[in-house]
C-alpha cells in the first residue's frame, strides 16, 4: 500500500488535480492519465491482450481518450509489482443501465505501445516510502 503517496511524472510535471484522495494529472492536453491498481491476474490478460476492458467505480471523470496507468498490484503480498501499462480508453459506458450498477462504469480499453526510449514520456512514477519503483 501506498502509505505516503508521493506521485510525480519523470519530467516531474504539475499535479493539475485530486480527485477523492486519488490523483489525476492532466499531461497530454485535454487527456488526463489515471493511475489505477490492477491486479495481477487481471494485469496479465491485458497485458497478454486477451483482456480488452476494465469494470471501475465511476469516481473518477472517464472520458474516451484519456489513458489508464495501470500498476500491478499483488492482493496476496498487498504490494506493487513494479509493473504497468498504459491503455487508452476507447469507449465508456456508464452504469445504470444494463445491469451495470449506477456507481461503476466499463471501459474499452486498447494497449498503447511505446518505443522504449518514448515510454519514459509517458510513465507517470509512482514512489512508496521514498522509493521509485
Request: proline share 2%.
Amino acid at each position: 500500500m501506498v502509505t505516503k503517496t508521493s506521485v510525480k511524472s519523470v519530467e516531474s510535471r504539475e499535479i493539475k488535480q485530486k480527485v477523492r484522495g486519488k490523483v489525476d494529472y492532466e499531461i497530454f492536453g485535454k487527456m488526463t492519465t489515471h493511475v489505477l491498481k490492477t491486479w495481477t491476474g487481471y494485469f496479465e490478460e491485458v497485458s497478454n491482450g486477451s483482456k480488452t476492458f476494465e469494470v471501475r467505480k465511476a469516481d473518477r471523470d472517464f472520458k474516451r481518450g484519456d489513458r489508464l496507468q495501470l500498476m500491478e498490484w499483488n492482493p496476496i503480498d498487498k504490494v506493487y509489482t513494479g509493473r504497468c501499462l498504459i491503455v487508452e480508453i476507447t469507449y465508456y459506458l456508464p452504469g445504470g443501465q444494463f445491469g451495470i450498477e449506477n456507481e461503476y462504469c466499463i471501459l474499452g480499453i486498447k494497449k498503447r505501445t511505446f518505443r522504449e526510449s518514448e515510454f519514459s514520456k509517458h510513465l507517470l512514477i509512482i514512489e512508496e516510502d521514498g522509493k521509485e519503483f
